[in-house]
């Protein structure tokens, strides 16, 4: 059985025990690797399927995929959104490509910086602070050098620049970004992996960083420690951040 098949499977057997159904016209054709043409169309429509809990309280009339749900209880719908959300980072996986940052992909890059500043993290800074931390949607001209000049990497998925990572040679965490709607995915700790792989073949001893109000658990899952939460001043305005470390083994 191939990923996207697997995959499919997954999310069907979820839907269908929360009285849930999914349909698709033809789903034999998902995962044949003899038409990727194919196979991108139709694992398209079932990644949109599971892109949000919310979408399985509505129906979808313009795709050849479907949901409804039939009053389903609340505490159960909170479980099959928790195993479409471990579903949908089995899907996230498939075609992701971690590889090393491109100078042709410098403004894709800056756009998620841009982005999953400006749209990911509402929930822990002001748009004031927003605005001060990455002022304008214009990549700044120095910013392909920048990513040059360090150890910078990118996750791709058909083409399209979904987050990127950069290590300075200090061992220095500068950038993890990740576009705002495919955070949860795993796209992430992806990054992070290679990073760190890339990391203590560099013989580095510890890895530090200036960490937001949202990196800050994703670090944390893998080992870093906070060692001071601080306030630091970006274009005249405050922004919350917390000094972290982790020791290499």
Not at 5 to 19: D, L
Not at 62 to 79: C, F, G
Not at 127 to 156: I, K, R, Y
Request: net charge positive; glycine share 6%; aromatic share 8%.
């Amino acid at each position: 059985m191939s990923q996207v098949q697997h995959a499919f499977a997954s999310i069907t057997k979820v839907a269908w025990s929360s009285s849930i159904y999914v349909r698709a016209n033809d789903f034999r054709q998902i995962g044949l690797g003899s038409n990727p043409g194919t196979t991108k169309h139709y694992f398209t429509r079932l990644y949109r399927l599971a892109e949000s809990p919310e979408s399985l309280t509505s129906s979808n009339s313009h795709s050849n995929l479907s949901i409804s749900a039939v009053q389903t209880p609340a505490r159960q719908l909170e479980d099959v959104a928790i195993q479409i959300t471990l579903a949908r980072k089995q899907l996230a996986q498939i075609g992701l490509v971690v590889a090393k940052y491109q100078r042709s992909e410098a403004e894709a890059c800056y756009r998620v910086l841009f982005d999953a500043v400006h749209k990911g993290t509402a929930h822990h800074y002001s748009p004031e602070q927003q605005v001060a931390w990455v002022p304008s949607p214009d990549m700044p001209a120095d910013w392909p050098t920048w990513l040059s000049g360090n150890h910078s990497f990118t996750a791709t998925r058909f083409g399209r620049v979904l987050g990127f990572i950069s290590l300075a040679n200090d061992g220095n965490l500068d950038f993890l970004y990740v576009r705002p709607d495919w955070h949860g995915t795993g796209v992430a700790d992806s990054l992070y992996h290679h990073i760190e792989t890339v990391a203590k073949d560099l013989e580095l001893r510890v890895l530090t960083t200036e960490a937001s109000l949202l990196a800050q658990p994703l670090l944390q899952r893998h080992g870093w420690e906070i060692k001071a939460r601080q306030h630091v001043i970006r274009n005249g305005v405050t922004l919350p951040n917390a000094r972290m470390e982790k020791r290499l083994a």
